[in-house]
């Protein structure tokens, strides 16, 4: 039998959800969809400053994989909301991109100041 491979875009969800490791692409819009919940202050590198996924010449803090198929997301997030629901967001929203476990690590909570004076705070790719 001849069987033909699908060909998926690097950008596009089906591209993460094997156990092979993040691609720069899947690894940016992870970051994007993270950065656009209405939950998250702010991407963080964890307590170590370890938690990022290294590209050549890039590092994009708060996305890694830890082991095989589990997928760490570390975060600051905005004063006054209910974590449980904050995961759950955050997980439905990478849905499209990681289909295995996602381990959310909540490394700090914005003070109710930095809360109330941004909606948002993406950390920039770097």
Request: glycine share 6%.
């Amino acid at each position: 039998m001849n069987a033909t491979k699908k060909r998926v875009s690097p950008t596009s969800p089906e591209s993460a959800l094997s156990s092979t490791p993040l691609s720069g692409d899947v690894s940016r819009s992870i970051a994007l969809a993270v950065d656009a919940s209405p939950y998250v202050a702010r991407r963080t590198a964890g307590s170590t400053g370890t938690a990022a996924t290294y590209l050549p010449g890039e590092r994009i803090i708060g996305v890694r994989l830890g082991a095989p198929d589990i997928l760490e997301i570390h975060v600051s997030l905005h004063w006054g909301h209910d974590v449980q629901q904050a995961a759950r967001q955050l997980r439905s929203a990478l849905a499209p991109w990681w289909a295995h476990r996602i381990d959310l690590c909540i490394d700090d909570i914005a003070s109710p100041a930095e809360s109330a004076t941004t909606s948002t705070n993406p950390v920039p790719l770097e």
